[in-house]
């Protein structure tokens, strides 16, 4: 039985990596091109869905994710301010739909091994 504990984002010896940035030799260029990677994809499945608030949004929303030890990303939760999530009462659900079309990442590595890793990423919000 294999215990599976979810490691600090920021302790892991190499982070989950999206096919692309394999290759990218520091550890912190791997780390922004795996951010980089997944704000994109959040904001083109956002632009996708033409989330049209009756009122200016000017907001961050953070998303925070979970990369199981296998590469699979899920959705741990959302912090959305109470007016930005009445006016986009469906950002939680598109982030949900988004995240099923990722590619399988690769874990994040810590001794050796691939661990669960937990991370929380800012979307900034601007129509």
Same mark, same amino acid.
């Given at each position: 039985m294999a215990v599976d504990t979810i490691v600090d984002f920021n302790t892991v010896d190499a982070f989950p990596l999206f096919p692309n940035c394999e290759h990218i030799p520091t550890r912190e260029k791997?780390?922004?091109?795996?951010?980089?990677?997944m704000s994109q994809h959040i904001y083109a499945s956002l632009k996708e869905h033409q989330l049209n608030? $009756?009122?200016?949004? =000017? #907001?961050?929303?953070?998303? $925070?994710? $979970?990369?199981? =030890?296998?590469g699979k /990303?899920?959705?741990?939760? /959302? +912090?959305?301010?109470? $007016? &930005?999530? /009445?006016? *986009?009462p469906n950002f939680d659900s598109i982030v949900k739909v988004s995240l099923q079309y *990722?590619? &399988? *990442?690769?874990?994040? /590595? +810590?001794? #050796?091994?691939?661990? &669960?890793?937990?991370f &929380? *990423?800012?979307i900034i919000l601007i129509n």
């Open positions: 791997q780390q922004i091109c795996f951010q980089m990677e608030a $009756k009122e200016i949004v =000017n #907001d961050t929303v953070y998303v $925070k994710l $979970k990369v199981d =030890n296998l /990303i899920s959705l741990s939760g /959302i +912090k959305i301010s109470e $007016k &930005t999530k /009445i006016l *986009l *990722l590619p &399988t *990442l690769q874990p994040a /590595i +810590k001794r #050796d091994m691939p661990v &669960t890793t937990e &929380t *990423l800012p």
